[in-house]
Antibody, heavy 119, light 103 residues
Framework: EVQVVESGGGLVQPGGSLRLSCVASGFTLSEHWMNWVRQAPGKGLEWVANINEDGSESSSAASVRGRITISRDNAKNSVYLHMNSLTAEDTAIYYC????????????WGQGTLVTVSS | EVVLTQSPATLSVSPGERATLSCRTSQSVSSRLTWYQHKPGQAPRLLIYEVSTRAPGIPARISGSGSGTDFTLTISSLEPEDFAVYYCQHWATFGPGTKVEIK
């Protein structure tokens, strides 16, 4: 069974950092692009970043570029979201998803991990 | 950047009725239009990709259509589990969503 499980969310102060993890099982991670999307409280879905199969290519949304980066470690079946200089606008549930290629639809998503940026 | 507009923002429908959701794009997106269903506390669920192809396990009462800049998601007869928020997506952009609520 294909599964992705996010973790690492929590309460962080403005200006702080956090690393989210996404652990994949039931499929070969190294054969798939992966992405992150988020949903802020009361808002819709927002695409955050994606990364190709071996980590050599990635993209991120303008709203997070320079502060939030995506990486992966296929040997650990994991994808990461490195979040720095966090602001209240980054408060959201972050979802990890498997995609066929960059910006393609994602059939498999995790349940999400909540990041709260507050003092 | 393509802008996606969804209407209505909220759709009040009774179980068993038909729901028609609209997604308009600011420029032609060819066949690259996807629909998701999202419920609070749950993972997004892929419904439709490439305008009209149902994802595995999606019932036939849910269908997608359209071309160019105008797209439609239709639920022919609403079941209780269909009450949720629906998003269209193209590339890195999601629409603002349509909430389908029980009338």
């Amino acid at each position: 069974e294909v599964q992705v499980v996010e973790s690492g969310g929590g309460l962080v102060q403005p200006g702080g950092s956090l690393r989210l993890s996404c652990v994949a099982s039931g499929f070969t991670l190294s054969e798939h692009w992966m992405n992150w999307v988020r949903q802020a409280p009361g808002k819709g879905l927002e695409w955050v970043a994606n990364i190709n199969e071996d980590g050599s290519e990635s993209s991120s949304a303008a709203s997070v570029r320079g502060r939030i980066t995506i990486s992966r470690d296929n040997a650990k079946n994991s994808v990461y979201l490195h979040m720095n200089s966090l602001t209240a606008e980054d408060t959201a549930i972050y979802y990890c998803g498997r995609i066929i290629a960059a910006y393609e639809p994602s059939e498999y998503w995790g349940q999400g991990t909540l990041v709260t940026v507050s003092s | 950047e393509v802008v996606l507009t969804q209407s209505p923002a909220t759709l009040s429908v009774s179980p068993g009725e038909r729901a028609t959701l609209s997604c308009r794009t600011s420029q032609s997106v060819s066949s690259r239009l996807t629909w998701y269903q999202h419920k609070p506390g749950q993972a997004p669920r892929l419904l439709i990709y490439e305008v009209s192809t149902r994802a595995p396990g999606i019932p036939a009462r849910i269908s997608g259509s359209g071309s160019g800049t105008d797209f439609t998601l239709t639920i022919s007869s609403l079941e209780p589990e269909d009450f949720a928020v629906y998003y269209c997506q193209h590339w890195a952009t999601f629409g603002p969503g349509t909430k389908v609520e029980i009338k």
